[in-house]
């Protein structure tokens, strides 16, 4: 009864207030609460509100919540912040850090804190446990469904639903269901809304099918699974594109050793529909905080379980290697590092996102500071955020200016707008004429007509960088 009462009086997006509730697409509109309002938290948030949920999103961090109030938000993702401002305006999301309140009126909590990488390659669990312990608490004897979206190692969200349960106060259980997020940035809130498929894991089958139902305005297939089957199919499909990129990057170096197109020979491979054209363009390599963490936990997860991986590790020193290649190439290509000007275009891990968590340009940037370079860059969004790991970086506000003087190009994201750049501007405002195109957005004819000495990237023998992790 007081859980009711708690309810009705307090929750920031309660359906009453609309008078009614109403009904999208055969979806009944439900609570949620979506814990840690990061980059998956606030996707989540803002897309279950978008197709009719009623959503509070909830992080300890006040000054987050206070500019979420405010229709602003803390890092660049197209689309997201109209959408933010949009269901806060017609009361289907709002932001607040009182768990008691966000708790009290939902019926399902999103668990979506971020899990960063240890040193060891494992997931860092501290904020899950204690976002855990902290909705315990707050929950009384209310018993929302615990819907785990962080990214796990196998086996987590057992032992969560068996903490919760042997700690258990009132006698009644807790229902938890693991929810794997497949968001891809820079299209996240439409990756959300038009998902492949929807992955539910749990040993509970009325909380499986309750939690399948926020989803009923998807067209989408949904699997239902035991928990460590869900967890794994996570880590499986991340550490599966992780691998198409290594292999297409691998047949890269073999392209560029025998003067072959690698894009050319990327489309002769990927019109099979057995193999599919996605996930093939080779370049500098993968980032970003979902693939190349996510294959590293899955090495420790098979040692830990007595296999030994063969095929993870290689993957990520292909990877590696393609960062490493970068800086080869340039040293020899300059005859050495050492007061060399070199500009960076594209910082961000990948295009239309300002993230830059595992991206190549970091390891690069310090392999060639390491060499005694002098580096200029520019990215359309992600200047301030290496600004504050780099400083002594000269950022520009635009791609030209980051040339001015430098003895070497080198593109690092495909950002759109250099696609149709003027080349030739770039190299009168430059030194030296080397360009290193890493990923493979023009034709090395254009190039040349723009008055540069094209530079790919061939492994060089022997390789003189390796990564050390
Ligand atoms: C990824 C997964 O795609 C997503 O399902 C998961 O939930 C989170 O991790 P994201 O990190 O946003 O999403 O990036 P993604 O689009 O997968 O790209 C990862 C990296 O691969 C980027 O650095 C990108 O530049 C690189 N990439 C991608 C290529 O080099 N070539 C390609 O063809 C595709």
Redesign the pocket.
């Known amino acids: 009864m007081r859980v009711r009462e708690r309810q009705s009086e307090a929750w920031p997006v309660d359906p009453s207030r609309h008078g009614q509730v109403e009904s999208t697409g055969g979806l009944r509109p439900r609570r949620i609460c979506v814990v840690g309002c990061g980059y998956v938290g606030l996707v989540t948030a803002t897309g279950f509100a978008s197709v009719g949920h009623y959503v509070v999103g909830l992080d300890n961090d006040q000054s987050r919540i206070q500019m979420l109030r405010e229709g602003r938000v803390p890092f660049f993702e197209p689309g997201l912040e109209e959408k933010v401002r949009e269901n806060q305006a017609e009361g289907h999301l709002a932001f607040i850090t009182d768990y008691e309140e966000a708790i009290a009126g939902a019926e399902f909590v999103f668990l979506a804190v971020n899990t960063p990488e240890h040193g060891d390659g494992c997931p860092n669990l501290t904020n899950l446990w204690q976002a855990v312990l902290t909705v315990r608490k707050a929950a009384r004897d209310h018993r929302p469904i615990i819907m785990v979206k962080s990214t796990v190692p196998i086996g987590t969200t057992q032992a969560l639903a068996s903490l919760l349960n042997t700690v258990s106060d009132n006698g009644t259980p807790w229902s938890v269901v693991v929810n ?7 299209q ?1 809130l439409n ?1 959300f809304l038009h998902c492949d498929r929807v992955v539910l894991g749990s040993n509970d089958e009325r909380a499986l099918r309750e939690a399948a139902s926020l989803y009923d305005s998807f067209d989408c297939p949904i699997v239902s699974a035991e928990f460590a089957t869900a967890e794994t199919i ?1 880590y499986a ?2 550490a599966f ?1 992780a691998t198409k ?1 290594s292999f ?1 990057n691998e047949i890269a170096f073999l392209c560029e050793s025998l003067g072959v197109d690698v894009r050319e020979v990327a489309r002769g491979i990927g019109l099979d529909p057995r193999i599919g054209l ?14 190349p963490k ?1 294959t590293r936990t899955l090495v420790n997860l098979a040692r830990e379980a007595g296999e030994e991986s063969t095929l993870f590790p290689a993957v990520m020193r292909v990877n590696d290697r393609r960062r490493a290649v970068v800086v080869d190439r340039l040293r020899q290509a300059l005859s050495g590092l050492e007061g060399r000007v070199v500009c960076l275009w594209g910082l961000a ?2 295009p239309n ?1 300002d993230d830059i968590r595992d ?2 340009s970091i390891d690069i940037i310090r392999l060639l500071l390491a060499d005694g370079a002098i580096v200029r860059a520019y990215d359309p969004m992600a200047n301030a955020r290496v600004g504050a790991l780099f400083p002594q970086v000269t950022y520009c506000p635009d791609a030209l200016t980051a040339c001015e003087g430098a003895d070497a190009l080198v593109l690092l ?2 950002w759109q707008e250099f696609e149709g750049i003027d080349l030739q501007e770039a190299r009168r405002r430059m030194q030296g004429d080397v360009l290193l195109d890493g ?1 493979y957005v023009w034709q090395r004819s254009h190039v040349e007509t723009a008055g540069f000495r094209y530079l790919n990237l061939a492994p060089a023998q022997p390789i003189r960088t390796p990564i050390h992790r």
């Open positions: 794997p997020e497949f968001l891809s940035e820079g996240a990756a996570k499909s991340n594109l990129l297409i996605s996930f093939l363009k080779a370049g500098v390599g993968f980032g970003g905080s979902c693939l996510d891990f990948k996102t991206a190549p994201t495909e990923r």
